[in-house]
């Protein structure tokens, strides 16, 4: 089904077997440090802020699973050229070659143009994954329908005014949370955090117990890195939107998606000392589009986690935390409420912490939603 369009009440069944098509994803929050830390090492120009607060910069980007985006040579041979002035998550101008690119860049730009049916008489398909997703005719044709509808010059070729419209038009998944109790689709409980375009407003999160019910609300900080480089973490009170959604070390993006309680990490300072809930497949909204439980998944490593902030300069709640690079931040006080209540109140197990494991190897027992409010 379309990955934004079908309400998830119309799921007939549970929605963790669709693993069957698209298994969940499970990735450790360590490999974005270490991806953070390759990204630093580039060379990356940060760009025009789109006006939707899509955030932008350029260089060369790596994949949150720990692993590199495939080098442009790998991609398309002595034809890919990097461009300083493409927006994130694009590094590179993508056009119609033989072979045929492919790449993230081009699975992302595939998810967002699907959505451009509405405003343009031709739309790209999405991609059920990033390797083998290539940029057809068929793509090429639908980047011109965007072009044409914003009167950009009609060339098939994503440059960067292409790129920024395309973000700028498609980036906003229209996610909206229809509150139905997670008993019903099967689940124990789920997180909804709402959340603004100036991600440098805190959220106010709440606790759902199976039929629904608030059972906790708790401050939380969804803001991914203001700007790449990323700072050196942990990094404070950062203002505006941030990386945008589709980038490494972003926002925490919006969407539906399954939750798990795993066991502590093993880095109490940067995850702290209690039980996290690690996002392990996007449902709808943007989540559907970048937690896709493969070794090339866009995003990954998304938990909801607190820190031993304390030991670096932060002077606790109500201090503002720090940016969460994709991550859910939350006070230390409110993940260990979260944790009891999962496990005395809800009988949810904490599953022990497999990190990077992918498929991730038991059935998600709660849910998270992010919604974008104003």
Not at 31 to 38: H, N
Not at 81 to 90: E, G, K, T
Not at 226 to 245: D, K, Q, V
Not at 325 to 336: K, N, W
Request: aromatic letters at 6%.
């Amino acid at each position: 089904r379309p990955f934004d369009r079908s309400p998830i009440s119309a799921c007939p069944r549970r929605l963790h077997e669709v693993k069957a098509r698209a298994p969940c994803e499970r990735r450790s929050r360590g490999a974005v440090s270490l991806t953070m830390q390759r990204v630093a090492t580039s060379t990356i120009l940060a760009v025009l802020t789109l006006a939707s607060g899509v955030a932008a910069s350029s260089g060369t980007e790596t994949g949150s699973t720990g692993g590199s985006l495939r080098s442009e040579s790998e991609v398309a041979p002595h034809r890919d050229v990097a461009d300083a002035s493409m927006p994130l998550p694009f590094t590179r101008q993508i056009s119609v070659q033989t072979p045929r690119m492919t790449g993230r860049d081009v699975f992302l730009l595939r998810g967002l143009l699907a959505r451009a049916s509405d405003s343009a008489p031709t739309a790209a398909s999405r991609c059920a994954a990033v390797t083998g997703c290539a940029y057809d005719e068929a793509t090429s044709a639908a980047v011109e329908a965007v072009q044409r509808t914003h009167q950009l010059p009609v060339t098939g070729v994503v440059d960067s005014a292409t790129a920024h419209t395309v973000l700028s038009a498609f980036a906003a998944d229209g996610y909206q949370w229809n509150r139905t109790a997670p008993s019903v689709l099967g689940y124990r409980y789920q997180i909804h955090c709402p959340v603004h375009l100036n991600r440098s407003i805190e959220a106010t999160c709440t606790l759902h117990g199976g039929n629904g019910t608030v059972l906790f609300s708790f401050i939380a900080r969804l803001h991914g890195a203001s700007r790449l480089p990323a700072p050196a973490w942990p990094h404070w009170n950062s203002t505006g939107t941030g990386i945008n959604e589709f980038t490494t070390d972003g926002c925490t993006p919006t969407g539906l998606s399954e939750l798990d309680l795993n066991l502590p990490e093993d880095e109490p300072k940067e995850y702290g000392p209690y039980p996290v809930n690690r996002a392990t497949f996007g449902l709808e909204g943007n989540a559907a589009l970048l937690l896709t439980n493969t070794d090339d998944t866009p995003r990954g490593g998304i938990l909801v986690h607190t820190g031993e902030w304390t030991c670096c300069g932060w002077s606790g709640p109500p201090a503002p935390m720090p940016n969460s690079l994709g991550c859910i931040h939350a006070y230390p006080h409110s993940i260990e409420t979260v944790w009891k209540i999962l496990t005395t109140e809800l009988g949810v197990v904490a599953h022990k912490n497999v990190g990077g494991v992918t498929p991730y190897p038991y059935t998600s027992q709660g849910l998270l939603s992010v919604e974008l409010v104003a």
